[in-house]
């Protein structure tokens, strides 16, 4: 299958590396763009729904953990050889509304996230690899973490 628009949900674990290779791998051939993103949770639950798409080279003071994020994006971008690419930080209620809105908004045709694998406990908790499966509009790759 050939895609057109590709989704890198880049959590800044060790394994962000590994996900986002696996990304460019299946972008490449067929000339896909291919966007990175990383959600911010909202820390305050009464801002109410929905995310705010945040443009990468913004100043917000007030937020700097958003710009943290920013900053982090960009490097890993680079890391991939994809700092000309699309980089976005979301501020959302959760990890899940964020990738899936983004998703939505922009029309990606395959979310690329990162899956440890987990078992017991946090497997039946879910995790955003699981949630974000459950609930997208496209394909939904998990790249296993070794």
Known sequence: MSYQHILFAADFSEGALQVGERAKEIARPSGARLSLIHVVEDVNIGLGGGYELLPVLSELPDQALSQEARTALGALAEKLG???AEQW???APSTKEGILGAAK???ADLIVVGS???HGLALLLGSTANAVL????C???AVRIR
Request: aromatic letters at 0%; charged letters at 25%.
């Open 82 to 84: 994809l700092k000309d």
């Open 89 to 91: 930080v979301v501020n």
């Open 105 to 107: 908004e922009h029309g």
């Open 116 to 118: 440890h694998g987990r």
């Open 134 to 137: 459950h609930g997208a509009p």
């Open 139 to 141: 394909d939904v790759l």
